[in-house]
């Protein structure tokens, strides 16, 4: 039933290490993206695919690498990773690059932490 | 940078209505003002959006200033499971992209 999820919930790595967060929709939405949460709660936008097309890559670093093999996934891998990537990442999805009726959908989030 | 201002924090009663303000000065004429809220640990949830005209749905009410500067989210028997960060937004119906820029939102507390 789950409409967007993402996996895994919880993460803990060590720095240098490479990781990988998968995000999948069933909602037929044509648009994902991934929301980077710090520790001051602050919602940024990094990326967002529409029709595995990048659409918006929000100065993130390049340690940072989207990849969508359909419409209905959309990962995230994450090289080299540092302290400061320590975050919760959130997958979303909407219906055309245009959201309204609905908004978007988010999944409940990754808690990454890196040690 | 969010276009929208919020108090960081309020508090309602239970059973009591609780309003949300939001000021959008700089509001263009093709933007919308869209609410969501975050429970502790959960992704953003849609609550409802508008362009000049009051909206209400099974959550909530949505009042908008005539000028579209401010606006004011309204729960109107708020309940504990209402306590959670409330963000007010702003965006063009049709985006490229689609991003959606949040603020810091108003923390609501809502007490027994």
């Known amino acids: 039933d789950t409409a967007v999820s993402q996996t895994p919930k919880y993460l803990v790595t060590q720095m240098g290490n490479d990781k990988s967060i998968k995000c999948e929709q069933n909602?037929?939405?044509?648009?994902m993206y991934w929301y980077k949460q710090d520790s001051k709660k602050f919602l940024k936008i990094m990326f967002s695919y529409n029709n595995k097309e990048l659409i918006i890559n929000e100065t993130v670093p390049n340690r940072f690498s989207p990849k969508s093999p359909d419409k209905a996934h959309l990962n995230l891998h994450i090289n080299s990773l540092e302290l400061g990537d320590s975050a919760v990442y959130f997958c979303a999805s909407s219906q055309d690059s245009s959201p309204g009726r609905s908004g978007y959908t988010f999944g409940s989030g990754t808690r990454l932490t890196v040690v | 940078d969010a276009k929208t201002t919020q108090p960081p924090s309020m508090d309602c009663a239970e059973g009591r209505a609780a309003n949300l303000p939001c000021n959008h000065s700089?509001?263009?004429?093709?933007?919308?003002v869209y609410w969501y809220r975050q429970i502790h640990s959960q992704g953003p949830q849609y609550i409802i959006h508008?362009?000049?005209n009051n909206e209400t749905n099974e959550m909530a009410s949505l009042i908008i200033t005539e000028d579209r500067k401010s606006s004011t989210l309204i729960l109107p028997h708020a309940t504990l499971r209402d306590t959670a960060v409330y963000y007010c937004?702003?965006?063009?119906?049709?985006?490229?992209?689609?991003?959606?820029?949040f603020g810091q939102g108003t923390e609501l507390s809502v007490k027994p």
């Open positions: 700089t509001i263009s004429g093709n933007e919308y």
């Open positions: 508008g362009l000049k």
């Open positions: 937004i702003v965006r063009p119906f049709y985006n490229q992209g689609g991003k959606l820029i």
């Open positions: 909602l037929g939405h044509d648009t």
